[in-house]
């Protein structure tokens, strides 16, 4: 075998026992009884250590060198010079750490989710702050760790992993701008808004069964595959497994459909990406998605672009109204369309990230921005996160939490030891705008096709020009590719004007 032969075989078997600790993971979420989370969290270390050492196994560095000049010298293929571009990636992350660290870290990552999932309930946030102070520390030295390896800080080592190449300065210059261009822009939006009268609802309750129907209905629209993939319901809605076996998952509320049902659409998103990245680099570093803001960016076309589309809700009126009969009609469940129109395209000051509208969305994702860098260089200590989380809040968006639970315990990232993770949200945001633009211009036909409850041409372009990219490209390379140019935030700012002051 060469030496690019005997690097794919063990990347292989990598990503093999990588997928088969995302699978651990969600049936954590969704399965797992309390009583086995001990023995859960030391499979998930193993298995870490394992891949961990495949990877920085003492031939590895000669193996990568020979491949590279095998590169040079007999010409591999750009999908094979891309794979091995990503291998070295991978390999400066996971040299810079001991094997004891990467176990440490998933059996802390774990013990703190665990107690997350029953302090956010309780709004306990003192109980978190044991297992999470621990975590912090781990996070902290494999940061330190990466940093040195990568000649990077801190936060952008951390960062890298969710999304190669990405730099705080431009982050920063992204975020500072937009928390300079919404507080006109919000109350431009919320007068306009005032003058169109109260926000449409509907009375429930609303039947957890009904609800997984329906959304087992619109997710079968947008083409999911209940042949390889499953919707079951957890904490924190999320999409994991494998491509062949892609697990979505959300959260019920029977008193309110309309928040699991577009958590299940924005699910899809990140499931129909998976489901077609290019089948014939499976289990190699080239083969996976770009990076976390690619996966925000197919998730939110789907929801955002897509699904709270004028075209698509009129689409599925009938549907959500044939799945709720029974709730009656009338006033209280008037299911047309631009009722549906203008409860999805509601804009608030609210205080929970995953039911934020578009235009205030960013913001949620700023203040995490911010205090995420400064739990992690010391700037904040962890006991004054709940103050400092409700003073960030109300200088972003001028509101306050009453409690921790709809606070600083709201999301899962930080307490499973996801830092650097939350920038990948609006990044995502602001490419899925540009993206759609970019399909819409190609195929003008897809907001027709919307109407009719057909996907296929807007996933026949991501399928081109997204999914079956994968990593084979930067970034930045893969949306000039797409769109014709860089990332561009006026794109996304042009996209909420045209929908949110227009109508």
């Not at 996801?418 to 633009?437: D, I, K, R, V």
């Not at 970019?438 to 027709?448: H, K, M, V």
Request: proline share 6%; net charge negative; glycine share 6%.
């Amino acid at each position: 075998m060469s030496a690019y032969d005997q690097l794919e075989d063990r990347f292989r078997k990598r990503g093999a026992l990588e997928e088969a600790a995302g699978v651990l993971h969600w049936d954590m979420a969704t399965m797992m009884p309390k009583g086995g989370a001990e023995a859960r969290g030391e499979q998930l270390a193993a298995l870490e250590v394992a891949c961990h050492e495949l990877i920085v196994a003492p031939e590895l560095p000669d193996l990568l060198a020979a491949a590279e000049e095998e590169a040079e010298r007999d010409g591999l293929g750009p999908w094979q010079r891309a794979n091995l571009r990503e291998m070295r990636r991978v390999w400066r992350h996971a040299t810079a750490l001991d094997a004891e660290l990467v176990a440490a870290l998933a059996r802390a990552s774990q013990r703190s989710e665990m107690v997350w999932r029953d302090a956010r309930p309780a709004n306990d946030f003192k109980a978190t702050l044991a297992p999470l102070g621990t975590l912090l520390g781990l996070v902290r030295e494999a940061a330190a760790a990466k940093a040195e390896a990568l000649g990077r800080s801190p936060y952008e080592a951390l960062l890298d992993e969710w999304e190669p190449d990405a730099s705080v300065a431009g982050i920063e210059a992204i975020f500072e701008s937009y928390a300079a261009f919404l507080p006109d822009f919000l109350e431009r939006v919320l007068s306009h808004q005032a003058r169109r009268g109260r926000r449409p609802e509907f009375a429930g309750p609303f039947p957890r069964a009904a609800q997984e129907a329906l959304g087992r209905r619109l997710m079968a629209a947008v083409g999911f595959d209940f042949d390889h993939g499953r919707l079951d319901v957890s904490l924190h809605p999320f999409c994991g497994g494998v491509p062949e076996d892609v697990r979505v998952t959300t959260r019920y509320d029977e008193a309110d459909f309309t928040s699991a049902l577009m958590a299940v659409l924005h699910e899809t998103g990140h499931a129909m990406y998976e489901r077609h990245l290019p089948a014939d680099w499976r289990l190699q570093p080239v083969g996976r998605a770009r990076g976390m803001a690619w996966h925000e960016s197919q998730s939110l076309l789907v929801e955002m672009q897509a699904c709270r589309s004028p075209q698509f809700l009129a689409f599925a009126a009938p549907l959500i109204a044939q799945a709720f009969a029974d709730r009656g009609g009338g006033a209280a469940n008037d299911w047309r369309a631009e009722r549906l129109v203008r409860h999805y395209h509601w804009v608030e000051r609210g205080l929970i990230r995953v039911d934020a509208d578009e235009v205030t969305y960013p913001a949620h994702v700023i203040l995490r921005f911010r205090l995420e860098r400064a739990m992690l260089d010391g700037r904040l200590p962890l006991a004054d996160l709940p103050a400092a989380w409700n003073e960030e809040m109300a200088r972003l968006l001028g509101v306050q939490p009453s409690d921790d639970r709809d606070g600083c315990l709201q999301d899962i990232h930080w307490y499973d030891g996801a830092w650097g993770y939350f920038p990948t949200y609006t990044l995502g945001a602001m490419t899925a705008a540009q993206l759609y633009q970019a399909a819409l211009a190609a195929r003008p036909e897809i907001p027709d096709a919307l109407a009719r409850g057909e996907f296929q041409p807007l996933m026949a372009w991501l399928r081109e020009n997204v999914h079956a990219q994968a990593a084979l490209l930067s970034g930045e390379a893969l949306l000039v590719r797409a769109t014709g140019r860089p990332l561009d935030p006026e794109v996304f700012e042009q996209h909420l004007a045209a929908r949110y002051l227009a109508a």
